[in-house]
């Protein structure tokens, strides 16, 4: 690839990237680039941008003040749903949760369990029974002699 500034071949380098995102001042070590030798010009793939942007985004979402713990309340805002939809989860199970006094308790790793669709705790198989016993043949070898 050539450089559209001054038309230099462009290799492959490793830069500083530094990002402002959602009024965030980040900055990213070894990003792969092109660059120019010849003028600095530097061009990032979109994948790059995309992957440091999406970084970023999660990062934010992470840093927000998300409790361990949660209420129901809490809970409910998280996964954006009703509160009754918590309660009707934690009662299938679904939500592992716990009550402390009379208040419902779940933790914020279950919800994110749910989220990533890992299989909940309690024990919904059913496994059909199925009879593997073959018909036995009991057929006696009968000798034809001559
Ligand atoms: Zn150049």
Known sequence: ??????????????????????????????????????????????????LMSDFVDAKIA??????????????????????????????????PSAKVGNQLRVLKQSLMDLLSNKPAPSATTATPATPATAPTEGSEGSRNGT
């Open 1 to 50: 690839m050539k450089c559209r500034e001054c038309r230099a071949e462009m290799r492959e380098a490793v830069t500083d990237f530094d990002l402002v995102w959602k009024g965030h001042a980040v900055t990213f070590h070894d990003v792969p680039a092109l660059k120019c030798e010849k003028c600095g010009y530097t061009v990032y793939r979109s994948q790059v941008i995309d």
């Open 62 to 95: 992470a840093n927000q003040e998300v409790p361990e713990v949660m209420t129901v309340e809490e809970a409910a805002a998280f996964l954006k749903v009703s509160e009754q939809t918590i309660y009707s989860l934690c009662k299938l199970g679904q939500i």
